[in-house]
């Protein structure tokens, strides 16, 4: 093992290391040869590391508990939005950086951070980028980066299976919005955002971390926030409800959100907030980063500077 120091001063036979953290059902790339290549390109540059696989659902989150509490210098996660979803939980509060190699199937947060989905520069960035604070939303204990919501992104989360995205990759997600579509059902949703309280029939009530899906997959992106560039570091939760009436007012609340046009319009709701509680009746399936998390109710917080992650210098 290296000795070394940290940045955050800590000293000991794990300062000067990254731990690697790698979910094997990420994206679809052979696990073997992955664990190949980064080794391989860690070991180029120089760079001290250990690699653990996670083996089940909220694992990621006690080894990177595990490794502030060993000192490592950061933690690396090779995986998609869930897995680093899972490791900002454990990192939380703390002063070890969060890195991000990308192997997902959507990979959005690297995309709103412009962190490189290519392996070798994102292993650049993992030793060698600038650790920025990034805001997180919370919900009971669990952190999210990019998204949560109830209702129909939910239920596309859930319908994207992992066959499905090992057979199409992105493809996935674009059957699965289709095939909700067509049968989504809007439920009566109550809101309240810092004691604001709001009663819709809606199809889905989101919480935006970040600011935009999708941008470098389909022709437009599908931005969370009127001003989507920064949206991480506001210390607020973008609410996105999204309430059509039928399919035809549905493609219509896309192409507004697709321009940004958030006002006028009781099909499209955006507002923000740093506490908001969504419940529905009746209860409906919620997801926090694509991860399904149980129905509603539930209670979001918007955690300021929750996490720093190694962004390109």
């Known amino acids: 093992m290296v000795i ?16 690697i953290i790698l979910n094997p059902a990420a994206g679809q790339d052979d696990v073997g040869r992955l664990r190949r290549l980064i080794g391989g390109a860690f070991a180029a540059r120089g760079a001290s590391f250990d690699l653990a696989e996670t083996r089940h659902a909220g694992h990621a989150t006690t080894l990177a508990r595990e ?3 060993l000192g490592y210098r950061a933690v690396c996660v090779v995986g998609g939005d ?33 962190i490189p989905t290519e392996l070798e520069a994102a292993v650049d960035v993992a030793i060698h980028g600038r650790p920025i604070p990034m805001d997180l939303g919370r919900i009971d204990g669990r952190a999210f980066a990019l998204v949560a919501g109830a209702g129909y992104d939910a239920a596309v989360m859930a319908a994207a299976t992992r066959a499905l995205k090992e057979r199409w990759g992105f493809g996935a997600y674009i059957f699965a919005a289709v095939r909700q579509a067509l049968t989504a ?38 931005p969370l ?25 549905f493609a219509a609340v896309l192409w507004r959100a697709a321009h940004r046009r958030f006002g006028g319009d009781d099909r499209l709701i955006h507002l923000q907030a740093r506490e908001v509680s969504i419940q529905a009746d009746p209860p409906i399936a919620v997801q926090i980063d694509g991860d399904a998390a149980g129905e509603t109710p539930v209670t979001a917080t918007a955690v ?3 996490v720093r992650i190694l962004t390109p210098a």
Do not use: C, K
């Not at 809101?191 to 709001?198: K, L, R, S, T, Y």
């Open 4 to 19: 070394g120091s940290s940045p955050n001063g800590a000293t000991g036979p794990y300062a000067g290391r990254t731990l």
């Open 67 to 69: 490794a502030v509490a």
């Open 82 to 114: 869930g897995t680093l979803a899972e490791a900002a939980t454990g990192l939380a509060g703390t002063d070890t950086p969060l890195a991000v190699i990308p192997r997902g199937t959507a990979n959005q947060v690297a995309h709103n951070l412009h």
């Open 185 to 222: 059902t809007p439920v009566d949703f109550t809101v309240i955002a810092d004691g604001q309280e709001i009663r819709v029939r809606a199809v889905t009530v989101m919480l935006a971390n970040m600011g935009e899906l999708f941008a470098h997959f389909l022709p437009f992106g599908l």
């Open 225 to 249: 926030a009127p001003q989507p560039t920064r949206s991480w570091q506001d210390g607020l939760l973008d609410v996105v409800i999204v309430a059509p009436r039928n399919l035809t007012e």
């Open 304 to 306: 300021r500077q929750g």
